[in-house]
């Protein structure tokens, strides 16, 4: 178990070097950070002068290197066009996109896997069809005009919901939530929904492909041979062996639920790490781009250490496969 | 007159599609007395599952019961609402399927899919049932009973896991177990266990069975009595005895006739005194080794490997124009061997000669290998492309190698080759999917012989088929053996095959060739424990009770 | 069995029944089955010859500004506009016709898409077969950068391509290069989905004994490659392509409204969405609903077309 999760986490620490490198070269040689930097009228003496002290004549290796360290310690450097430093930028805006997340990750999970195990289960019955077809006409609805489509319907029309922003928020420690007033709660529906509708369209899609491909198998026609019960077979054979492949892909939906954010926070005008992004790609604002992706690919990475770890608990072959080396 | 366990009346099973209907199952009447044990025999397609699964209930959609009656003890239950079914299952009829791999839940132990079912149907604790879980364990042969069942089904090998499926099946004392082709995913030696622990357990606990089969060698050693099924009709129904010995109808005594057996029954072939004593194929020592549980990133990194031998210091040879049989079972390594041989697989150590050439010594042997060496393989559903014409997978060979280059004289010898092989010139412009399983290998063989080789791999040419289609198949490449002059390398599990096509064989257990030499003296003489006990297990129709 | 004499002219089967055999075959079969699928595949056609027809069937020409007058601007559908024009669907701020914007905008979403998805395909066709065939390190290599793509939503991935491309080309040639930009992106941002999948069917097909067949004669990888394993694999990748059309459309779509598309002079689907969200609030939906119709159906029919294909070549997941 301990060698697996140590196996695990070095590919995952290989993965996190990978993207770093991919986001020092963007960071480094995408626009001139120097020229950015200093004013139209400044002398190329002036220029050099401050390559040297920002080290980029330094070789390209100590560059990197120094950009790992900076990148351990939460230091990517000072927007351009903000002119703050962009790890302040997006720890100031994590929570919003955290709790955003998580709301629709919920709302994705909770809903995606009860109707895809109800479809599959039903897959002949008429409101299977209705939720099949609604789903396919989901998946081809593009986020943005979801979150129009609500802001329009909620918003505009019956004036329930506001139609951007946080609503209030409060300050815990260097969190900034917006769970605990009204106005903040009343504010999440609408972008929660809006992000996770596609997350559940895939999930109960998966869900349904799985189990449907799972009640073939042999092992659930020996069940019914046996003579257990619908329930039993369904709830407690079909389901867990759905769920296998299921918590792999479902998990890593929801880590892109995060990066997926982007489309919902700019609809919504949230003040998340999303917006922050699009905004910084509109101006090539290199550094914030770099540490958004390393902060992405770190979602990423963690999400996939649990997921692997959860497989490991479901599934005693592998468990096993682990023991013995494999 | 006791009354019959089960009795099926006039049953039909009926698969809508599109437009037709097709009937797996047409107006099937039979009974099985109290702990009789019925076998029904038949290829595939002779609706004998479908019998099966429409007695427990378990026809897959949109497959129905289309007419007739099924009755239990005389209650008839084929028209009951699913849930009574349902209840009926397990508790009156049990079942077990034929691959022991995937009928268990492979997330959970034994311990818990045992206490599951015998809960389900009898009124007993949690303690309880798992005691009589252990009993039944034991019962079915699994050594360390109460250890064990704790174990997840990965645990255990192939037939410890069919053992369980019995155990299963048998849990809630049914009266009725319809065992579907309950040894066919197993190898020779454990089939005749596991028929064996059915046997046994069905007669303690008073069940009878209804034993599925395509193989008539496991029916006339367990079965009372039998019904031969033939595109989903009772063609006929006796004692084992009686059938196997007289059989009356047309279609059971050409089926019987088929069947090739471990015992010499027909001539003999001449003894191998006049053969020209050099060897054409020649393999020495030959050995594979293959290295475990290494991933491509692993393998960059130095550390110890552990090492799998899969051949082990195998040598024969093969006169020309004669049959060499290599007997063994899964995972013996005599697939390994052929893949060497015909150049897919490089050898760890040893060589092999073919009329004279070395086929893994450079350029050279490589050149002389692809002229004189083909291959036949055992699917013939996968061996051919799908997307191509046969045509173009007939000339494929003779194109690569140059043999023949321009069209009218490539397509004259494909269309000769599938002559030769008993097929119409006019197949060449169809796609494989036209073709029975039987045409197919045809197909295949006809690939093999366009590149004009000396030497044909066999790799279980025939295990895929029907055994109606088998003897053609064999008999086809017995022509062609005679009228090219062909050496066979005949790679199978199935011992009758090998002693009717083989003048010597070899035996291969766990990469060693534990025996060989002149196939009658092997059969009807054997030295090695091995090969005895091979011998001794295989299901045959000579050996009928 | 007697020797069939050979003849060279074997009756060639008439053309009336192979288009009968094609008539019957299950694809056709489940088509004429399917009329969600015939109404998908007419709807998909009509909006497809729209588009690539759009300079001669579109009433007025919205990007030339003699033909625009301002005044013109915000007219509602189907009324007369100050200039007595008829503009069926209306008109947007600037006086031009939202039915001709959409024709045009369509012809460019389409564009992209069409354009991303076979850039995608060919990439991920290729790399997933040498995956699947070579196996070993290349397999190993390819497919951790896949599953590391595959789990970043293609929309950040493009974005980034995008921000990277943005910051690379030089000003005055941004505008020119966005579209075929837009495509890179949008193409490198889904390979991974065609990879995947080819590499896995070339691994099944791989083992299979036709390919252990072709090795024996020694014949060339790259032709076994291309001749035997790859039209045994072209199933799956034409449901990736048509379902992943689709994406691509909207993932268009959405990085033009996210503004970073497209540039206005030559707007899509998405960056007509964009400005019509402005008028919202104020009451002038039409600049706003129709493109969004449009985008919505050319996006659900495609989807359509793939699931039914997807269905009728695998009809074990029906």
Redesign the interface.
């Known amino acids: 178990m301990l060698a697996f999760i140590l196996r695990r986490l070095g590919q995952s620490v290989l993965?996190m070097l990978?993207?770093a490198f991919i986001a020092f070269m963007?960071f480094r040689y995408?626009?001139d950070p120097v020229v950015s930097m200093v004013g139209q009228d400044a002398t190329t003496g002036d220029i050099e002068q401050l390559r040297t002290r920002l080290g980029l004549n330094d070789p390209f290796y100590v560059q990197f290197v120094r950009f790992v360290g900076n990148a351990l310690q939460g230091q990517f450097g000072i927007s351009y066009r903000l002119q703050q430093p962009v790890s302040q930028l997006i720890l100031e805006r994590l929570p919003a996109t955290i709790e955003l997340a998580f709301a629709s990750a919920l709302i994705a999970l909770v809903f995606g896997v009860v109707l895809g195990i109800y479809t599959a289960l039903k897959p002949r019955s008429f409101s299977s069809a209705v939720i099949m077809t609604i789903s396919?006409?989901g998946?081809?609805?593009?986020?943005?005009?979801i979150g129009?489509g609500l802001?329009?319907l909620f918003a505009?029309e019956l004036k329930v919901l506001p139609s951007f922003g946080r609503g209030q928020v409060v300050q815990l420690g260097w969190w900034r939530t917006g769970l605990l007033t009204e106005s903040g709660w009343r504010s999440l529906i609408l972008p929660a929904i809006t992000l996770s509708l596609f997350q559940l369209t895939l999930i109960m899609r998966l869900v349904r492909?799985e189990m449907?491909e799972v009640m073939?198998?042999?092992?659930i026609?020996?069940?019914?041979?046996?003579?257990?019960?619908?329930r039993?077979i369904n709830f407690?054979?079909a389901l867990?062996?759905t769920l296998?492949p299921v918590i792999t892909i479902a998990g890593?939906q929801l880590?892109?639920v995060i990066?997926?954010a982007?489309?919902t926070e700019?609809v919504f005008q949230w003040p998340g790490v999303g917006s922050l992004?699009?905004n910084?790609?509109?101006v090539?604002d290199?550094p914030v781009?770099a540490a958004y992706?390393v902060f992405?690919a770190l979602v990423?990475v963690v999400i996939?250490l649990i997921v692997d770890i959860l497989y490991f608990i479901?599934?005693?072959?592998l468990r096993?496969g682990a023991r013995t080396?494999? | 007159m006791t009354e019959p366990v089960l009795s099926v009346k006039n049953l039909v099973v009926e698969f809508p599609f599109r437009d037709d209907v097709f009937r797996a199952v047409d107006d099937v009447s039979f009974e099985i007395m109290p702990g009789e044990v019925v076998g029904v025999v038949g290829e595939s397609g002779a609706g004998k599952s479908m019998t099966g699964a429409a007695v427990i209930g378990l026809i897959e959609r949109p497959g129905h019961i289309a007419g007739g009656e099924i009755r239990l003890k005389g209650e008839r239950i084929d028209n009951l609402p699913e849930d009574a079914r349902a209840k009926l299952r397990g508790k009156r009829i049990g079942m077990v399927f034929q691959d022991p791999l995937t009928s268990l839940n492979p997330l959970y132990t034994v311990g818990r899919q045992l206490v599951e079912t015998i809960r389900a149907h009898l009124p007993l604790s949690e303690a309880e049932a798992r005691r009589k879980a252990i009993d039944l364990l034991v019962e079915a042969g699994i050594p360390k009973a109460a250890e064990r069942i704790d174990s997840y089904p990965h645990q255990f090998s192939g037939g410890m896991r069919q053992r369980v499926v019995i155990a299963l099946a048998i849990a809630a004392e049914p009266e009725l177990i319809i065992a579907d082709e309950p040894t066919s995913a197993l190898d020779v030696s454990v089939q005749a266990q596991i028929i064996k622990v059915l046997k046994k357990l069905c007669a303690s606990h008073g069940a009878a069975i209804m034993l599925i089969t395509h193989d008539m060698g496991v029916i006339a050693q367990t079965a009372d009595r039998m019904i031969v099924m033939h595109h989903g009709k009772i063609v006929e129904t006796g004692t084992v005895g009686d059938i196997i010995r007289r059989p009356r109808e047309p279609y059971t005594i050409k089926l019987i006739d088929s069947i090739p057996t471990i015992s010499r029954t027909g001539e003999t072939i001449a003894p191998e005194a006049a053969n020209d004593d050099r060897a054409f194929v020649e393999i020495r020592d030959l050995v594979r080794d293959f290295e475990l549980g290494r991933s491509a990133f692993t393998r960059l990194l130095p550390g110890k490997v552990e090492i799998f031998r899969a051949v082990n210091e195998v040598s024969f040879s093969i006169a020309k124009g004669k049959t060499f049989g290599l007997v063994g079972e899964s995972g013996s390594g005599k697939s390994t061997c052929a893949k060497m041989i015909v150049g897919l697989l490089r050898p760890t150590s040893g060589s092999i000669h073919v009329d004279g050439h070395d086929v893994w010594a450079g350029a050279h042997g490589l050149r002389e290998r692809r002229r004189r060496v083909q291959m036949i393989f055992q699917d013939p559903y996968a061996s051919l492309n799908p997307r191509w014409r046969v045509a173009d997978i007939v000339a494929e060979p003779m194109k690569t190698l140059g043999i023949a280059r321009n069209r009218t004289e490539v397509q004259d010898r494909v269309a000769d080759l599938l002559t030769k092989v008993r097929l119409e010139p006019g197949a060449m412009k169809k796609f494989p999917h036209e073709f029975s399983g039987g045409q197919r290998q045809r197909i295949a063989i006809a690939r093999a012989l366009s590149s004009q080789p000396e030497f044909i791999v066999c790799d279980e040419p025939t295990s895929a088929l029907d055994v109606s289609v088998q003897a053609q198949v064999l008999d086809l490449m017995s022509a062609l053996q005679e009228e090219f002059g062909l050496t066979y390398l005949l790679i199978s599990h199935n011992l009758a095959v090998v002693r009717q096509m083989s003048s010597a064989v070899g035996v291969l257990h766990n990469g060693v060739l534990v025996e060989s030499g002149p196939v009658d003296a092997i059969f009807d003489n054997p030295q090695a424990d091995y090969t005895k006990m091979l011998l001794d297990a295989v299901p045959d129709i000579s050996k009928v009770a | 069995m007697t020797d069939l004499p050979h003849s060279p002219e074997q009756p060639v089967p008439a053309r009336t029944s192979r288009l009968a055999t094609f008539w019957r075959s299950d694809l056709v079969w489940s088509y004429r089955h399917s009329p969600v699928t015939i109404v998908a595949s007419i709807v998909a056609l009509a909006l497809i010859l729209m588009a690539v027809l759009a300079p001669w069937i579109a009433p007025y020409n919205p990007f030339n500004p003699a033909t625009l007058n301002l005044m013109d601007g915000m007219t509602p559908p189907n009324s007369a506009s100050y200039s007595d024009r008829y503009f069926l669907l209306g008109t947007d701020n600037q006086g031009r016709d939202v039915l001709s914007t959409i024709m045009y905008g369509s012809r460019v979403s389409l564009f992209v898409g069409i354009m991303a998805t076979l850039f995608a395909m060919v990439m991920g066709v290729g790399l997933g077969l040498v995956a699947g065939y070579a196996g070993g390190l290349a397999d190993a290599v390819i497919m951790r950068v896949a599953d590391v793509q595959l789990s970043f939503p293609a929309i950040l991935i493009a974005l980034l391509i995008f921000g990277v491309a943005r910051g690379i080309i030089p000003p005055n040639h941004q505008e020119g290069a966005a579209v075929w930009v837009l495509i890179l992106a949008i193409g490198l941002a889904n390979w991974a989905q065609f990879a995947r999948t080819v590499r896995g069917a070339t691994m099944v097909e791989r083992q299979k004994d036709y390919v252990a067949a072709a090795r024996i004669l020694g014949v060339n990888p790259i032709l076994i490659l291309l001749r035997h394993v790859l039209p045994n694999v072209l199933g799956p990748v034409l449901v990736i392509g048509t379902i992943g059309l689709a994406l691509a459309i909207i993932e268009e779509a959405t990085l033009s409204y996210l503004g970073v598309g497209v540039p206005p002079t030559q707007p899509s689907l998405g960056t007509l969405i964009r400005i019509g969200q402005q008028f919202l609030f104020s009451g002038e939906w039409w600049i706003l609903l129709f493109p969004a119709v449009t985008l919505v159906l050319l996006a659900l029919s495609v989807n359509l077309l793939g699931d039914w294909l997807r269905d009728a070549l695998n009809p074990k997941l029906r």
């Open positions: 993965v990978v993207v963007v995408v626009g396919l006409v998946v081809s609805l593009p986020t943005f005009l129009i802001i329009y505009v492909a449907l073939r198998t042999d092992y026609r020996f069940a019914r041979a046996r003579g257990l019960s619908q039993a407690g054979h867990r062996n296998v890593l880590g892109s990066a997926f982007i489309i700019t992004f699009v910084s790609v509109q090539v290199v781009m992706l992405v990423f996939n479901v599934d005693p072959r096993d080396g494999r």
